[in-house]
C-alpha cells in the first residue's frame, strides 16, 4: 500500500486548470521527484498534498487519512512535512529558534505554562532545544544555530527549510526545488542529505528543476505537462520518453 | 538554596528587577498626590499596552478597538458593583471573563482577516461597543456615565485616591507581574509559534502550528490585561462615563506601543511612560499640548522606524558614526546589554 496517494485530482482557478486528473503513487522509503516546465502545476500539487490549498476534484490519501479538507497544521501533525520554493525562513529569528517553532506540534506546553515558566514547561524547552539541534545535525547545520536565519548563505538556507521541517517528524517530506540556486558543491551536499533522510525512513517527494540532481537522487520521476501527468518511471525510463523530451526535456538530455 | 534560585532570577530578570524596584519604590520619593495618580494611571495604560503589545508584537496582529475591552472592564465592574451589589475583586474577575468571552466571538471571524482589513474590523467594534455604553441607559446611565463605585479593599485596607501609596502597590504589583509574564511568553513554545506566524503564516502552519487558534488565544490575553486595566481604572476614580473609551483612546494606546517599539516586551513599557507622562510635562504649553506631543511622535517615528527600543541601536550607529570607523560592532549586542531585547525588530 502506498503512504500517499493522488488519487484524479484536478484543481482549477477560476478558468485556468492547473492540474488536470493527476493520479501517481509514492511508497515508503522512495525518493520521488515531480518535475515539468514552469507553470506545469508542480507547486500547486505541492499545495494540495500540504493541504494549503484543496483540489477541485479527486483525492490525496496519506497513510489511509484523506488530506483534502484538512487545515495544513492538521497535514502536519499527520506527518507530511514541508519546504516551500520561495524560502519562508523567520529570517531574524536564530536558527535554532526557527527549527524550534518546528516542535510546536510535538510538545504541547500552553499559554499558562510558558507564563509561570512551570518546571513542565523548562524540561519542556530542554527537550525542544534538543531535538532542534538533533534536527540541525541530521543536515549538517548545528554549528549555526546561533547564527540569524536570514544571514545564512542561500545553500544552508535550504538545509535550515529541511531541518525545520524534520523537526516536525514527518513521514512524507515535500521539497519544493531544493536546489534552486545552489552551486555544484551545495547541491552534492544537499543530494547527501536527502539520501541520510531518506535512509532514516523518511519519503520524499521532491519538485526540482536541476535535472542532473533529479537524475541522480530520484527512486521514481513524475512529469507534468500543462496539468497533465505525462510519465512516470525511473529516471532512465524518463530521459528516454520521447513525449517527454518532445514536451519538456528538449532533443538532447 | 533560595537565596540561589532568587540570584538565578535576578540574572535572568535583571533589567525586569531593576524596573520594579524603581516602580514600587518611586511613591518613596513622592509626596505630591497628583503624581502619584498620573503615575497609578501610567500603570493602568501598562497593563493595556502590554497586552497590546503581545498582540501586535509578537502575533503581528492589530487592534484598533482596544478601548471596547478596557471599557467591558470599567463598566463591567462598576455595572456589578453599584447596581448588583458585587464585591469588587468578583467584579473584575467577572468583567474580564466577559471580556474573554468577548474576545473568542470576536476574534474568531475578526482574526481571519489581514492588515487593514483587520484594523478596520476591531475599529468597528470599538465604535459598537462605545455606542452600547451610550445607549444602554439603564445598564449604563448613558453619557451621564456610573457614579458611586466602590474602592477595592482587603480587610480594612482600602485602595481609593485618598490612600495613593496602596493603590500605587497594588497597581503596580499587578502590571509587573503582567510584564513578567508577557516576558516569559516571548522566549516558550506559544511565545516562538506567534512570533514565526507573525512572518509567516503559511509557514508556521505547514510546521504544525494551529494559527487560527493562537491568533484568538493571544488576543483573548490582551482583552483580559485591558479588562483588569479597565476595573482597577473604575475603582480609582470611581466614576466612568463612555467618553474615556472612545477610538482616540483606541488610537492612543496603540500609538504608544508603537513608539515603544513592537520587536520588544520592553517596548511596551517605554512607550506608555512616554505616552503617558510626556502630555503631563507638556501642560506648561497649554493649547500647544497636542501640538508639540504630536510633532514629537512623528520625529520619533522618523528616527526611530523600530520605536524606542531601538534608541542603543541607533547611539551606536552615531558613535561608529563619529569615530569613523565602519566597525561592524552590533546593535543587538548592544541592546542586550540594556536588556531591551527579547526579540528581532519587526
Redesign the interface.
Known sequence: MPILRVESVSKRFGGLEALRDVTFSLYEGQIKALIGPNGAGKTTLFNLVSAIEAPTEGSIVFAGKEITGMTSDRACRVGIGRTFQHSKLFDDMSVLDNVKVGRHAKSNAGLLAAFFTTPRHRREEQAITEASIRALRRVGIEEHAAAQAGSLPLGERHLLEIARALATEPRVLLLDEPAAGLNNEETDRLADSVRRIRDEGITVLLVEHDMGFVMNISDEVVVLDYGRKIAEGPPLMIQNDEEVIRAYLGADL | MNGGRLLTFARRHSAFAMFAVVALGAPIFLNNAYYLSVLAFTATRLMISLGLNLLMGQAGQISLGHAAFVGIGAYGSAIMTTRWHMDPWLAMALAACIAAFAAVIIGIPTLKLKGHYLALATLGVGEIVFILLVQTKSLTNGTDGLTGIPALAVGGLRFTQYNPRAFHLLVWGVALVMLL?SL??SD??????L??LH??E???????????FHKV??FV?SAVFASIAGSFYAYYVQYISPDSFTLTFSVLLVTGVVIGGLGSVWGAVWGTLLVALLPEYLRQYDDYTNLVFGILVIVIMIFLPTGMIGVPALLGKWRRGISGGGRPSSGAAMTEGTGTAD???V
Not at chain 2, 503559511?202 to 487560527?212: K, N, Q
Open positions: 509574564i516569559n511568553l516558550s513554545r506559544v511565545g516562538r509559534s512570533k514565526g512572518r509567516s503559511v509557514a508556521a502552519r505547514s510546521l504544525g502550528v494551529d494559527t487560527a488565544q493571544i490575553v526579540g528581532g525588530t
